[in-house]
T-cell receptor, first 118, second 114 residues
């Protein structure tokens, strides 16, 4: 079974600074997708960024970027120029490629609570 | 386009009762997934429906069931509620449930079992 590990339950960052959240995963699959979701106090899960395992280039979305190390099974999220609105719980998630069975579900890590200090 | 909606947003039930939660996906989305979120177990997959058929089920007891209607709206039912069923239940929709598709989440239904 696939597992996703987030070893940092809490992190804090000063406004305008950069922070990196860590995530490792375990899988024997070669075709999979990785995601970072943000869950603010409203509890609505919002997709931050995604990475296809077959792509070597790291995904970037504005101030958010990932460091995808396939061999090490590591998928960290870097937030640049942190803003107060970035404060939330961040979840790393994995999804197997394909069309059936467990390919149809996300496996989440335990989350990292990010605090942004003014 | 309206997002994923879930009703009700909050529920209080007592042990032994049953509950039904509803999820309306984004228009045009045919896949609906359900997740349970608790402080102890985190986010866990319950089941996924596509075109009225359950395509995948997580490791939950048979007290947890669901269904999907022809308009893609989905309901999940929990019978004989236990205290441990207190959780935030999240629904997510995507076009067809394929692995590369983004899943869009609703605001959740918070269930408290007393």
């Amino acid at each position: 079974a696939q597992t996703v590990t987030q070893s940092q339950p809490e992190m804090s960052v000063q406004e305008a600074e950069t922070v990196t959240l860590s995530c490792t995963y375990d899988t024997s699959e070669s075709d999979y997708y990785l995601f970072w979701y943000k869950q603010p106090p409203s509890r609505q899960m919002i997709l931050v960024i995604r990475q296809e395992a077959y792509k070597q280039q790291n995904a970037t979305e504005n101030r958010f970027s990932v460091n995808f190390q396939k061999a090490a099974k590591s998928f960290s999220l870097k937030i640049s120029d942190s803003q107060l609105g970035d404060a939330a719980m961040y979840f790393c998630a994995y999804r197997r490629g394909g069309f059936s069975g467990s390919a149809r579900q996300l496996t989440f890590g335990s989350g990292t609570q990010l605090t942004v200090l003014p | 386009k309206a997002g994923v909606t879930q009703t009700p947003r909050y529920l209080i039930k007592t042990r032994g009762q049953q509950v039904t939660l509803s999820c309306s996906p984004i228009s045009g989305h045919r896949s609906v997934s359900w997740y349970q979120q608790t402080p102890g177990q985190g986010l866990q997959f319950l089941f996924e429906y596509f075109s009225e058929t359950q395509r995948n089920k997580g490791n939950f007891p048979g007290r947890f069931s669901g269904r999907q209607f022809s308009n893609s709206r989905s309901e999940m039912n929990v019978s004989t509620l236990e205290l441990g069923d207190s959780a935030l239940y999240l629904c997510a929709s995507s076009l067809s449930g394929r692995a590369w598709e983004t899943q869009y989440f609703g605001p959740g239904t918070r269930l408290l079992v007393l």
